[in-house]
């Protein structure tokens, strides 16, 4: 599981197959209040950098099996590796290794033999600027997940004008299908008991969910709410008993309520990255279920 930035010291990760190279640059970026941590070849440098996500990483260029630079374009590839600096270290001054190494998608290079204060000052820029890279790529996420949400609203409330008619049926996997994508989810549903109309979206690659397995899901959910919860609030804890349905590590549910307050179906979420849902999402998809009730019913 990913360690969170948040609750450690900004982390170098070291790269280099010399132990005695390892442990002085451990000391030095130590001694400038980082953590650090090492690996010896390229391999244990991707799952150190998928286990971490570092706040830099300073990787020796020449290394055998696989070299810096290649390891530099797969940490790039990763889908935390866009924003974290990289720092090649290398023997290596002329200009075709330089190109290299730019194009590899190293944010900067140092030459050996290294002179130290100019290292540490390097770094401390490079962390510095990757941690502002970092809060600005939050801002713009929470920024379009606010326009994508706001598409999501529009969809809903179109409904309204529909229900008269039924047409509203027609209407449901497109709103579906733009909040699972609004709040990044791989799988997403609505189950609805009366009719017993069964929606689902799945992103590419995902297969798609038969309607008995969505119902038994959430009505076992319905009917067993966590810590004694009222079963209209959302309760993202209570996903044990959809993963097995949507194959996802984690999700959310709200209920759908008809006119008397009863629960009625219920709207669903989840997606495979390890990454909790914030409380923002968890009240839009609250908002979500609300609306569908206000308006389907």
């Known amino acids: ?12 990760l070291i790269v280099d197959d010399d132990r005695a190279t390892r442990a002085l640059l451990a000391l030095a970026m130590e001694e400038e209040g980082y953590e650090t941590v090492g690996a010896q070849n390229g391999e244990q440098a991707i799952e150190e950098f998928n286990r971490l996500v570092p706040n830099l990483v300073l990787m020796d ?5 696989m070299d810096g630079f290649t390891c530099c374009e797969r940490m790039r590839s990763l889908p935390e590796g ?36 100019v290292l540490c000052q390097r770094v401390r820029r490079l962390v510095q600027a990757g941690e502002t890279e970092q ?53 997403a549903g609505l189950w609805l008991s009366p009719s017993k109309l069964w929606i689902d979206s799945q992103a590419e690659g995902w297969p798609a969910v038969e309607a008995e397995a969505a119902q038994a899901a959430l009505d076992q959910y319905i009917q067993k709410p966590k810590d004694g919860a009222e079963a209209t609030l959302i309760d ?10 949507f194959q996802c590590r984690l999700g959310m549910v709200a209920t759908v309520a008809g006119t008397d307050g009863a629960v009625v179906g219920g709207v669903m979420i989840g997606r495979s990255q390890d990454k909790p849902w914030s409380e923002r ?12 009730s206000l308006i389907l019913f």
């Open 1 to 12: 599981m990913t360690l969170s930035r948040e609750d450690r010291p900004p982390t170098v």
């Open 61 to 65: 260029a020449m290394m055998p099996e």
């Open 82 to 117: 866009r924003t974290v600096p990289i720092l090649i270290i290398t023997v290596l001054d002329d200009q075709e290794s330089v190109d290299r190494a730019f194009s590899a998608g190293t944010t900067d290079y140092i030459t050996k033999p290294i002179y130290w204060p």
């Open 135 to 187: 809060q600005l790529a939050l801002i713009t996420e929470s920024l379009e997940r606010s326009r994508a949400w706001d598409k999501v609203t529009t969809a809903v409330l179109g409904l309204a004008n529909s229900t008269e008619t039924g047409s509203w049926q027609d209407q449901l996997p497109e709103v579906v299908a733009i909040a699972r994508e609004a709040l990044g989810g791989d799988q």
């Open 236 to 245: 993202v804890a209570a996903w044990a008993a959809l993963d097995s349905v």
């Open 281 to 292: 999402d968890q009240q839009r998809w609250r908002q979500l279920g609300q609306l569908l």
